[in-house]
């Protein structure tokens, strides 16, 4: 299959708000599928128990919100709203239980009305360890996981073995292992990789079997060598803010036409969360949460207070050689307004470019965010600051 067919099928699987893959995968193995919303949950839990992750980034572009905006005050983010409407429209009725992540008080609250709304369907608020010691948040977090485990082992019907735990961190971690090929090879040749289908494949993965996915990946990679796309004179960009509701992938192709090679980008994160891979060991859930508590990904999303603020952003821009940040994030997002501006101060320090830009996953106006990130490419270009 060519590289371009691959990502057609890729985009059929991210307009089909139906679930359709969720659906056929279930037909065949017989097993149940559990929703979660960003940005990352331990999707090996849930694999060890004979089930699938299904990765819900809200309605996107094409889903028309009538009754979902009735549960919301005006002023928060679009992806609460559009779940809501999928879920009411029975489009997730495939999915027998859903994880709400801890990462802001809309999650918190979308899951306290997913229980009153869907009494049928198993629903948990899945905290995340705020403390990076051991004994503290890691004794925490493996409490959580414990909970979940004993959880989707009564849904599932199948008992998780530390051998079935350690048979799927292994799978996952040969897709992050992929993945992150995929993300190297998008940094020395991102005329080759296109932003627009990095984005496609990662978002494959939210309703595909682990391993399916991992082999469209590696199918992708062999294939687009053989693409002859031609080199432009574009400026080398850092994307930050975009890791839980998602911008519409008309947005995502109006950055790259605009004169921007994306080389870093935080979308679809929980896919790329855990940075090293987890080790096999004879105790799974110790080492998901030391994982998490030592080598998971620096964002806004996740609470780190020691660590000094957007320090990661400036070692990404050097480390990719590249020429600015254009910060992407939602409306009214707080984890990435709120810190935005002492990211933005470690960047001045550095005297790096950024501009900014706030979306909706429904925004169907791109014009201005081109025009402003396009010139923001040019200036970079002609006096190499913003
Ligand atoms: S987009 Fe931001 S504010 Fe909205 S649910 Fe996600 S993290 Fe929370």
């Known amino acids: 299959m060519t590289a371009k067919k691959i990502i057609e099928d890729c985009e ?30 331990p999707r090996e839990i849930i694999h060890a128990a ?21 549960y919301f005050q005006s002023y928060i983010c679009h992806i609460p709203r559009s779940t809501i409407e999928l879920g009411l429209l029975n489009k997730l009725d495939c999915m027998e ?12 609250n979308l899951s306290g009305m997913w229980q009153i709304l869907f009494p049928e369907k198993y629903v948990r608020y899945l905290d995340l360890p705020q403390n990076f010691d051991k004994e503290i948040g890691g004794e925490f977090y493996r409490h959580e996981m414990e909970q979940l485990l004993h959880d989707l082992e009564e849904l599932s019907g199948n008992k998780v073995t530390p051998e079935k735990l350690n048979r799927s ?48 990946l590696e199918g992708y990679m062999a294939e687009v060598v053989k693409e002859d796309r031609k080199k432009f004179d574009n400026i080398r960009v850092i994307v930050s803010g975009a890791f839980c509701e998602q911008p519409p992938l008309a947005l995502i192709k109006g950055l790259e036409a605009s004169g921007c090679y994306i080389v870093e980008d935080d979308w679809v994160l929980g896919a790329r969360f855990l940075q090293k891979d987890v080790p096999i060991t004879a105790d799974p859930l110790e080492a998901l949460s030391d994982a998490y508590l030592n080598d998971s990904v620096s964002t806004s999303s996740k609470y ?83």
């Not at 992750?53 to 009754?67: A, R, T």
């Not at 239980?97 to 918190?108: E, K, N, S, T």
């Not at 009214?332 to 001045?348: G, K, N, S």
Request: hydrophobic share 40%.
């Open 12 to 41: 059929d699987l991210y307009n089909d708000l139906d679930f359709t893959s969720v659906k056929t995968w279930k037909e065949k193995t017989g097993g149940k599928a559990i929703g979660y919303l960003p940005v990352y949950v």
């Open 50 to 70: 004979g089930m699938l992750p299904v990765g819900i980034m809200g309605g996107g572009p094409n889903l028309e919100i009538i009754k979902g905006d009735a």
């Open 97 to 108: 239980g859903f994880l709400f992540p801890a990462i802001c008080d809309v999650i918190r």
């Open 169 to 216: 961190i292994g799978l996952y971690n040969k897709n992050r292992q992929v993945i992150d090929k995929l993300y190297a090879m998008r940094v020395a040749q991102p005329h080759l990789v296109l932003t627009s289908d990095l984005y496609l494949l990662l978002r494959a993965g939210n309703v595909m079997d682990v391993e399916d996915h991992t082999r469209l």
């Open 304 to 386: 780190e207070d020691e660590k000094e603020k957007g320090k990661y952003l400036v070692d990404q821009v050097k480390m990719l050689n590249a020429g600015g940040v254009i910060f992407c994030a939602p409306s009214f997002c707080d984890p990435a307004l709120l810190e935005r501006p002492m990211l933005t101060a470690a960047l001045e320090r550095e005297k790096i470019p950024h501009t900014s830009f706030k979306y909706a996953e429904n925004t169907g106006q791109f014009s201005m965010f081109r025009e402003q990130t396009g010139t923001f490419a040019d200036s970079i270009k002609l006096w190499g600051e913003a």
